[in-house]
């Protein structure tokens, strides 16, 4: 048993070192890293293809899935670089697995990277990839409840999006809780609501994305 665990406390090691290499290169070549996660079916892969095309920056996208290259097949059809990751069974992504991706992304030419975590409000809380920072991914059908049920991802997410908002009418979900419960969690965050298919909140998700990248860039 001590033996298990020696192994694992290696390991997370070891990846605590992947993530501050590709910090430091992130940091070096001016890139926004944003490591988005939310439960499967929260719209991420969805916001993705209705941004891209919009945002007038270079981006590249790292898909996390346990299995299949779907998303980024979606992501290919926006022309924009995208790498697919999976995970084989693996809940979350980890630094070493964006490392190795990192080698068939263009990285001297973009301005941001999008990294799609594998679909999950636990593990993809719990490590670090490098980011620039973490955003958080909910949708109305999931309820109101998930600030408050997943309080580590919504503690430390530096933006919070609040989707499919246009399915409020259809669904009992108390958005004023919603946005009071990441409130307590979180003040600083940056609160976005999106219906993403309608086109919703993207314009002033892309303004901030442009001022994110000022920031990183201090202009
Ligand atoms: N009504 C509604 N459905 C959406 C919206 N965004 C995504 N969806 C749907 O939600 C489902 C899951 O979307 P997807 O982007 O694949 O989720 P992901 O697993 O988080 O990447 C798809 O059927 C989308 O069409 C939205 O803004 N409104
Ligand atoms: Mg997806």
């Not at 990839?129 to 991802?153: C, N, Q, R």
């Not at 409020?168 to 999106?194: C, H, M």
Request: charged share 25%.
């Amino acid at each position: 048993m001590p033996r298990l665990v020696n192994v694992k406390k290696s390991v997370m090691a070891a990846d605590e070192e992947h993530a501050s290499f590709i910090r430091s290169m992130m940091k070096q070549k001016g890139v926004l890293m944003i490591n988005m996660i939310g439960s499967p079916g929260s719209g991420k892969t969805t916001l993705l293809e209705k941004l891209l095309p919009k945002l007038n920056l270079r981006c590249a996208v790292i898909e996390g899935d346990v299995a299949t290259s779907r998303d980024a097949e979606r992501i290919a059809v926006t022309g924009t670089p995208v790498v697919q990751i999976n995970t084989q069974g693996g809940c979350h992504l980890e630094a070493n697995l964006v490392r190795k991706a990192l080698r068939d992304i263009p990285i001297d030419d973009i301005d941001v990277l999008f990294v799609e975590n594998v679909g999950n409000l636990v593990c993809p809380a719990e490590f670090d990839l490098g980011e620039t920072f973490k955003m958080a991914i909910s949708s109305v059908p999931e309820g109101d409840d998930k600030p408050l049920k997943y309080p580590s991802l919504f503690h430390q997410a530096r933006a919070v999006l609040l989707t499919k908002v246009d399915v409020l009418p259809y669904i009992t979900f108390d958005r004023s809780a919603f946005w009071r419960d990441v409130q307590k969690l979180n003040p600083g965050a940056d609160r976005f609501e999106l219906a993403v298919i309608e086109g919703k909140g993207l314009d002033d998700l892309i303004g901030a994305i442009e001022d994110w990248l000022k920031d990183i860039r201090g202009n």
